[in-house]
T-cell receptor
Framework: SQQGEEDPQALSIQEGENATMNCSYKTSINNLQWYRQNSGRGLVHLILIRSNEREKHSGRLRVTLDTSKKSSSLLITASRAADTASYFCATTPTGTASKLTFGTGTRLQVTL | EAGVAQSPRYKIIEKRQSVAFWCNPISGHATLYWYQQILGQGPKLLIQFQNNGVVDDSQLPKDRFSAERLKGVDSTLKIQPAKLEDSAVYLC?????????????FGEGSRLTVL
């Protein structure tokens, strides 16, 4: 079963614009991670935010976490064509032994 | 550092045939995962190993799927007999520790097509 659900399912923007993706999940969590997947490839870890954190930055990435709303957002600033990929949030539910459950994903298309 | 290795990358079989996928995780990684990713969906956890023991296999269709992790290193995922709905990419991932912190490292995946 999918724990998280990303919104929107697909997003198309122009290079230089910002891209925002949202993730909602169902149960309490220990942490939330974001991954990127280029077409036909494996997933690559982007950033991890713990349940006691509200915001985290890594380069052009900004992640927020609202545990009261069970939601997270990923912001990619000044997007590039190379950012074209699918983005997934993944959660480790409280009480599970390092189990990581992925959401449905957002397909981002960045055009020149 | 070598990444997670998977083989074969592609496999086409007829329904009711069997198939096996192999995964070699990053050296020293205690936790190993197999995920199934159907086209257009997120990865779904099939089985999780810690060293050579199974931690979670609640979503593994045990009537047709089996997996093992030899000596806490390499792992094999087998499907027998395959069904049309098993067409998917099978992703192997590993993690250094056994706690819930830390990222997963994924292989490139094994794409299965069942005809």
């Amino acid at each position: 079963s999918q724990q998280g659900e990303e919104d929107p399912q697909a997003l198309s923007i122009q290079e230089g614009e910002n891209a925002t993706m949202n993730c909602s999940y169902k149960t309490s969590i220990n942490n939330l991670q974001w991954y990127r997947q280029n077409s036909g490839r494996g997933l690559v870890h982007l950033i991890l935010i713990r349940s006691n954190e509200r915001e985290k930055h890594s380069g052009r990435l900004r992640v927020t976490l609202d545990t009261s709303k069970k939601s997270s957002s990923l912001l990619i600033t000044a997007s590039r064509a190379a950012d074209t990929a699918s983005y997934f949030c993944a959660t480790t539910p409280t009480g599970t032994a390092s189990k990581l459950t992925f959401g449905t994903g957002t397909r981002l298309q960045v055009t020149l | 550092e070598a990444g997670v290795a998977q083989s074969p990358r592609y496999k086409i079989i007829e329904k009711r045939q069997s198939v096996a996928f192999w995964c070699n995780p990053i050296s020293g990684h205690a936790t190993l995962y197999w995920y199934q990713q159907i086209l257009g969906q997120g990865p779904k956890l099939l089985i999780q190993f810690q060293n050579n023991g199974v931690v979670d296999d609640s979503q593994l269709p045990k009537d047709r799927f089996s997996a093992e992790r030899l000596k806490g290193v390499d792992s094999t995922l087998k499907i027998q007999p395959a069904k049309l709905e098993d067409s998917a990419v099978y992703l192997c991932a590993s993690r250094f520790g056994t706690s819930y912190t830390g990222e997963l490292f994924f292989g490139e995946g094994s794409r299965l097509t069942v005809l």
